[in-house]
């Protein structure tokens, strides 16, 4: 289309001076008239209205979101239930690292007081041998006098504590049996009645 005409000043060796192009158009080839920028295609505006067609949904589409569906009250109960125990998870893994960083630099007597303790607990399970009862009391009253006997001041705290727990709890249930036994004996409390069958 163009013609390039070059021409340059010196020897082959010294190319790197600077040189001129001419550029010059074919005089084989017919003159066309210039193009307006509204008659590109670039800018063209678009004859017909536009209109989003939604393609339809393949089957396993169809499947994964009838899937999603169905298990979306299920993942909310988890996300819920996973916000629920995160503190508590969080605590408790700081409870085992503190407890890991005891068990590291313990105080000298800890293991064999801690032997003595489960020794005391294995036994108390031993003796408790044909009863649920004794199964779920002897091993930990076991180990709670095997351990009072290296610990007494924090036993005689926990006795403390533990016995105005017990206290309470009994003082509450007395009342609770009570105003059930009041509401029992009624002369107006017509299901209760011998009669009444």
């Not at 779920?136 to 403390?160: D, E, H, N, T, W």
């Amino acid at each position: 289309m163009f013609k390039v005409i070059q021409r340059s000043v010196g020897p082959a060796g010294l190319s790197l001076l600077t040189f001129r192009v001419y550029a010059s158009p074919k005089k084989d080839s017919p003159h066309k008239t210039s193009v307006k920028v509204n008659e590109l295609s670039l800018y063209s505006v678009p004859e017909g209205q536009s209109k989003y067609v939604e393609e339809p949904r393949t089957p396993l589409e169809e499947s994964i979101s009838h899937l999603r569906r169905y298990c979306e009250p299920y993942t909310s109960w988890c996300q819920e239930m996973y916000s629920q125990t995160k503190p508590r998870m969080q605590s408790l893994v700081q409870w085992g690292l503190g407890s890991y960083e005891y068990l590291q630099n313990a105080p000298p007597g800890f293991f064999p007081r801690l032997g003595v303790t489960g020794f005391a607990g294995i036994v108390g399970l031993l003796l408790a041998r044909g009863s649920k009862i004794k199964k779920l009391v002897y091993p930990p009253g076991f180990m709670g006098l095997a351990a009072s006997l290296y610990y007494p001041q924090q036993a005689i705290v926990f006795v403390q504590v533990s016995g105005e727990k017990l206290c309470d709890w009994g003082l509450r249930g007395y009342i609770v049996i009570e105003d059930l036994w009041k509401n029992f004996q009624k002369p107006g409390n017509v299901k209760n009645s011998p009669g009444n069958k």
